[in-house]
């Protein structure tokens, strides 16, 4: 209606339809699918743990992707603006604000982190990470507590100040466009190369072999977070990117293509790294000691490591690079309809003050602001605790919450009726909400078993 703003430095841009899928895709498919994704699985009871995984995906993670694909299209506008847009109450404008303030909090860091990846496939290829010593968790240490890493972050932010200049299809879907295939080509030649190693059946049956006594409450709240996380929900971003869908796209089957997208690279990324951890002796775990620490020793003893370490340490890097540019689409979207820049002046002048909130994150992974740990967390453990356990669960209700109640003309502009509406409604109104809630109390230690 009239008295709701115009989004200024609006230019109508557009995705097309495969390339939003793709960018999409792009966007779920990251850091958490391949260090996060497999060891929970492995641990969680395997193959069990994967159909609840999907079953949580089915009933929590598609349903709010589809809502926020949906405020986005409806809304034509950025992750706060379009709550307002559609309602014309600006309290559900500040609750989407909030969710612009956790791309930007997460991206400080993811940046760090996608950092490390660039500095890791470069040292791998070079040769330079197997030299001197195998204590690869001596070598990391040293690593991310130096300056360095402040350089990496600030290649990545150039990186995707560079693309989210240059525009949605001109930037965001060609960026995609061209590295998503090598990132699937890169996939499965380290597929193939893990599969044929000696021993490789164990890491297989690490992380496959079906347990179904070890699923109970707490897994599921692991798999329920995990979808989440995985499929980029809560923080805008798929609110943001559902903003320059056509309408002719059916936003149902992009759900379908993003889902089964996210779970199957997920899958791979568990074959590639099992096999491999398992082949050379060597423990599973997940995150930096899995990626920057474990993995480098088995490239080590592999023949031709330093080049499969390199591709694989390039696939972690086109994973993080693909979402971090998702993330930070959030925020420059905003800016550009908040203060009326241009898209330019928006990349630029948000990743800069992103990576200036991102430094004493780089700089707390024991670095000289490593020991400082209030209430026992580094710096950079309390803006991922905070935006992953607390902000983003929060996004998520308020997705769920306006999807299933404030905005009456959701289901339309989803293309659902009947049988799958009314599920769809009945999800968003109950069994998600009871959900994130759930997860939510469970991982700030509110509720235990
Ligand atoms: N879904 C991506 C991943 O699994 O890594 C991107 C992402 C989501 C990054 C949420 C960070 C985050 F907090």
Redesign the pocket.
């Known amino acids: 209606s009239e008295n709701v703003p115009k989004a200024k430095g609006e230019k109508g841009e557009r995705f097309t339809s495969s390339g939003f899928i793709l960018a999409a895709i792009g ?8 260090w ?1 994704f497999p060891y929970i699985t492995g641990k969680h009871g395997g193959a069990a743990f994967f159909l609840l995984f999907i079953v949580c995906l089915i009933i929590v993670g598609l349903p709010v992707l589809l809502a926020e694909m949906t405020i986005g299209r409806g809304g034509r506008a950025n992750a706060s603006l379009a709550f307002y847009k559609l309602t014309n109450k600006k309290v559900w404008g500040y609750f989407g604000f909030l969710s612009v303030l956790t791309a930007f909090l ?1 991206m400080s860091y ?1 940046a760090v982190v996608a950092g490390w990846t660039l500095h890791y496939t470069l040292e791998s290829f070079t040769g330079m990470l197997f030299q001197q010593g195998a204590d690869y968790k001596d070598k990391f240490v040293t690593f991310a507590g130096g300056y360095w890493p402040l350089f990496w972050q600030a290649v990545v932010m150039i990186v995707c100040a560079w693309v989210l200049a240059r525009g949605v299809s001109g930037g965001i879907e060609k960026f995609n466009k061209i590295l998503i295939p090598g990132f699937l080509v890169i996939l499965l030649v380290l597929m193939f190369r893990s599969l044929t190693l000696p021993g490789a059946g164990a890491g297989v049956e690490f992380f496959l072999k079906p347990d179904f006594s070890k699923l109970d409450a707490e897994s599921a709240l692991i798999a329920l977070g995990h979808a989440f ?4 929900l809560g ?1 805008g ?1 798929m609110i943001t990117y559902g903003s320059y869908v056509d309408k002719r796209q059916s936003l149902g089957s992009a759900t379908l293509a993003i889902g089964f997208g ?1 779970l199957i690279y997920a899958f791979i990324a568990g074959i590639v790294i099992f096999p491999t951890v398992f082949s050379y002796g060597l423990k599973p775990s997940e995150g930096v000691g899995l990626a920057f620490m474990a993995l480098p020793a088995a490239f080590a003893q592999m023949p031709f490591g330093a080049i499969f370490g390199g591709l694989f340490f390039l696939l972690l890097a086109i ?2 690079l693909t ?1 971090a540019i ?2 930070l689409e959030v925020p420059v979207a905003y800016s550009m309809n908040r203060w009326g820049w241009t898209r330019k002046k928006a990349a630029v002048i948000v990743s800069i003050a992103c990576f200036v909130v991102g430094i004493p994150s780089a700089l707390s992974v024991g670095g000289v602001l490593g020991s400082f740990t209030p209430g026992g967390k580094s710096i950079f453990d309390w803006v991922d605790f905070m ?2 356990y607390v902000l ?1 669960p929060i996004g998520g209700l308020v997705v769920t919450l306006f999807t299933g109640y404030a905005w009456k003309l959701a289901g339309e502009e989803a293309g659902l009726s009947g049988f799958w509406y009314r599920a769809w409604m009945f999800l968003l109104k109950i069994v998600s909400p009871i959900m994130i809630i759930l997860v939510f109390l469970y991982s700030v230690g509110l509720l235990s078993f």
């Not at 966007?27 to 391949?34: A, E, I, P, Q």
């Not at 996380?229 to 980029?232: H, K, M, T, V």
């Open positions: 966007s779920s498919v990251g850091l958490g699918n391949m996060k997460v993811y996380f995985s499929l980029s923080m971003i996210d994973a993080a979402s998702s993330i935006t992953a983003m």
